[in-house]
């Protein structure tokens, strides 16, 4: 019996102290009532900084495009291991 009735007191020491913990959080939240706004507007700046990124590296890849040079005529790397002429199938 001494047992169940020390266990049980621990056990309300534990869970008060947790609620008391949990409780100080939310008034601290409810504190300052700019902490939404201010996420939401931190959010919004990271998203135009995440997009102007974005822009620029896109700049920068056009850009890259334009200067790779296309090859005029079509390569033929094994033309000196061919023949000229092609031989006759014979079907």
Same mark, same amino acid.
């Given at each position: $019996?001494?047992?169940?009735? @020390? #266990? @049980?007191?621990? /056990?309300?020491? /534990? @869970? #008060?102290?947790?609620?008391?913990? !949990?409780?100080? #959080?939310?008034?601290?939240?409810? &504190?300052? =009532?700019? @902490? $939404?706004?201010?996420? +939401? ?7 135009? $900084?995440? +997009?102007?990124?974005?822009?620029? /590296? ?7 495009? !334009?200067? %790779?040079?296309?090859?005029?005529? =079509?390569?033929? =790397?094994?033309? &000196? %291991? ?7 199938? #014979?079907?």
């Amino acid at each position: $019996m001494r047992i169940f009735v @020390t #266990s @049980t007191f621990a /056990l309300l020491f /534990l @869970t #008060s102290v947790a609620f008391s913990q !949990g409780r100080e #959080s939310e008034e601290n939240a409810n &504190d300052n =009532p700019n @902490t $939404m706004a201010d996420k +939401q507007n931190a959010a919004a700046a990271r998203a135009a $900084m995440e +997009q102007q990124k974005q822009k620029e /590296l896109d700049a920068q890849y056009k850009a890259a495009l !334009g200067r %790779v040079k296309t090859p005029t005529a =079509p390569s033929d =790397p094994w033309g &000196d %291991v061919r023949s000229v002429k092609a031989p006759a199938s #014979s079907h």
